[in-house]
T-cell receptor, first 110, second 113 residues
């Protein structure tokens, strides 16, 4: 199964872009990359997912490298409410399992 | 709104006393998951159902069991809770297929006395 590696913590100034990296060097061709975030005492919340191409929605952008071994989640204008733990997940192509990485604790600073 | 509902949000049980956590969904997803999340850790997958097909993770203790009587409901049974089982338990649902994305409930926080 493809594993993910993320930095333990990051800080970002309010109003600036937050760039959260994820390494998934063993990802296989049919596995999607998902990003979720979790605010304390709540369930994880879906942000975005992608396969090969870069993706953008109302919350964030996802940049996947051409070799698909890493990706970056971009929050274009971070707010204090974006303070959370962000998880990068790779979905196995042999089943339905979702395995969480260690996550990055993002703190947005006023 | 379609959603994943976990009841109760907080559950207290005694050491060794069986406890059941429940999850329901209105999304009509055919995959349902149970995760355990201990303090300051990432959620850890315990098992999942694809329809009625149960899939256990290799390192899930035998103390943890699950039931899915129908599409909408799924239960987590802890037969003899130990102090180490105190955690947040998260339920999630998904459609099958690579592009399906899991929807999570807000969890049940289990305390063991």
């Amino acid at each position: 199964d493809a594993k993910t590696t993320q930095p333990t913590s990051m800080d970002c100034a309010e109003g600036r872009a937050a760039n959260l990296p994820c390494n998934h060097s063993t990802i296989s061709g049919n596995e999607y990359v998902y990003w979720y975030r979790q605010i304390h005492s709540q369930g994880p919340q879906y942000i975005i997912h992608g396969l090969k191409n870069n993706e953008t929605n109302e919350m964030a952008s996802l940049i996947i490298t051409e070799d698909r071994k890493s990706s970056t989640l971009i929050l274009p204008h971070a707010t204090l409410r974006d303070t959370a733990v962000y998880y990068c997940i790779v979905r196995l192509n042999t089943g339905n399992q979702f395995y969480f990485g260690t996550g990055t604790s993002l703190t947005v600073i006023p | 709104d379609a959603m994943v509902i976990q009841n109760p949000r907080y559950q207290v049980t005694q050491f060794g006393k069986p406890v059941t956590l429940s999850c329901s969904q209105t999304l009509n997803h055919n995959v349902m998951y149970w995760y355990q999340q201990k303090s300051s850790q990432a959620p850890k997958l315990l098992f999942h159902y694809y329809d009625k097909d149960f899939n256990n993770e290799a390192d899930t203790p035998d103390n943890f069991q699950s039931r899915r009587p129908n599409t909408s409901f799924c239960f987590l049974d802890i037969r003899s809770p130990g102090l180490g089982d105190a955690a947040m338990y998260l339920c999630a649902t998904s459609t099958r297929g690579y592009a399906g994305r899991p929807s999570f409930g807000d969890g049940t926080r289990l305390s063991i006395l």
